[in-house]
C-alpha cells in the first residue's frame, strides 16, 4: 500500500469510492462534497490524500481549512470525509491515511484538526469531545464532534463557533 497526495487523474476512483463506501443514504452527498471541496476555492489549502494498491484507490482523506470566530491568533482544519474500501477496511489503511494527513496538517503549522465521526474510532488516534469549538450547525450527537490539539495549550482556551469551506458548509453535511 502506498499512501500519497491525490491527483486531478485520481479524481474519478475517489469519488467512486466514496460512493461505495458510504452507501444509497449517504454516498451521492460525501461525493458531491469531495468533488465540490476539489472545486471550492475556500478550501484551500486542500489536503487530499489516496492510499493505493497496486494502482487502485482504496482510501481518501481530505482535510480543509477552518477558522474559529473570535480566535484570531489559531488556525485549523476538518477531516472531512475519510473513506476506506470494503475490502480494505480493518487493517489499519484508515489509521495511517490520518496519521500521514495530520503530518501534512503540521506542515502548515496548523493548531488543530477537528472532525464529526464515530468516537471509538477517531479516539484511537487522539481526538477528543469536550472542547470550546462549536459546530456550524447544532449536531444531535456533540460526543462527535472531536478535536486533535497539534499546538499543546490552544484548544483549551479557544471558545466560538467554527466558519469551514463553503462546500462543507450545508446543514445536510451536519
Avoid at 466514496?18 to 449517504?26: A, D, R, S
Wanted: glycine share 10%; aromatic share 6%.
Amino acid at each position: 500500500m502506498i499512501i500519497k497526495a491525490s491527483t486531478d487523474e485520481d479524481a474519478a476512483a475517489i469519488i467512486e469510492l466514496h460512493k461505495q463506501v458510504f452507501g444509497e443514504t449517504e454516498g451521492e452527498s460525501v461525493a458531491r462534497l469531495v468533488a465540490d471541496l476539489f472545486q471550492d476555492e475556500t478550501a484551500r489549502p486542500l489536503i487530499s490524500l489516496v492510499a493505493t494498491d497496486e494502482g487502485l484507490v482504496v482510501g481518501h482523506i481530505l482535510f480543509s481549512p477552518a477558522t474559529i470566530e473570535g480566535a484570531l491568533n489559531c488556525s485549523g482544519v476538518i477531516l472531512a470525509p475519510l473513506a476506506v474500501g470494503e475490502a480494505y477496511q480493518k487493517s489499519g489503511i484508515g489509521t495511517a491515511l490520518i496519521r500521514e494527513g495530520i503530518e501534512s496538517v503540521r506542515k502548515l503549522q496548523a493548531d488543530y484538526v477537528l472532525v464529526l465521526g464515530d468516537p471509538n474510532y477517531y479516539q484511537r488516534v487522539g481526538f477528543r469531545a469536550g472542547h470550546g469549538i462549536a459546530p456550524p450547525y447544532q449536531i444531535d450527537y456533540p460526543e462527535a464532534w472531536m478535536v486533535l490539539e497539534l499546538n499543546p495549550g490552544t484548544v483549551s482556551t479557544i471558545k466560538g463557533k467554527v466558519r469551514c469551506a463553503e462546500a462543507l458548509c450545508r446543514r445536510e453535511l451536519w
